[in-house]
């Protein structure tokens, strides 16, 4: 190889490289402002008879909880306790669909393994997902359920 090749094939591998560089300062970046737009995410619901209202932050914790004055007319304690973990639940999933949006973005932008070595593992593939937000309450048995049947808080209303 001559010292003109060697000159060129360094000069187009400086460029590689710089390109290379400025593409994960990019994404950086993109990860950072992503990161901060998740942890500021504030998760709402509100019960389906409007009575029960939870805001959750990022991480699902709850940071407040309004009771309309009517929550202790029409509901037993224990219709409030399930409207309560109904309406947490869904403001968690709120939080997290909320998070899942701000690094959407990031997520498909940022290179896998294979993508630059083919051969190499899914990095990707070793990232554990979030945990599922619970849905529902747990019947007799611990598991969740989503439907109440006859039992549900909701219909009673209208049979008193």
Not at 72 to 92: C, D, F, G, W
Not at 125 to 141: H, K, N, R
Request: net charge negative; glycine share 4%.
């Amino acid at each position: 190889m001559s010292d003109s090749e060697r000159v060129e094939r360094n000069a187009a591998m400086r460029e590689n490289m710089t390109s290379l560089l400025e593409g994960i300062s990019r994404q950086t970046e993109e990860l950072k402002q992503a990161q901060e737009q998740a942890a500021a995410v504030v998760g709402t619901a509100t019960s389906k008879d409007r009575t029960v209202t939870v805001e959750v932050n990022a991480a699902g914790i709850v940071t407040d909880v309004q009771l309309d004055s009517a929550v202790y007319k029409y509901n037993t304690p224990q219709m409030l306790s399930e409207s309560l973990v109904l309406t947490i639940q869904a403001a968690a999933r709120n939080a997290r669909e909320q998070a899942d949006e701000a690094f959407a973005p990031v997520q498909n932008n940022i290179p896998d393994l294979p993508d630059i070595f083919p051969e190499a593992p899914s990095v990707k593939a070793l990232i554990p997902g979030a945990p599922e937000v619970p849905s529902g309450l747990p019947d007799d048995d611990g598991d969740l359920d989503d439907e109440f049947g006859e039992d549900d808080p909701w219909a009673q209303k209208g049979k008193r």
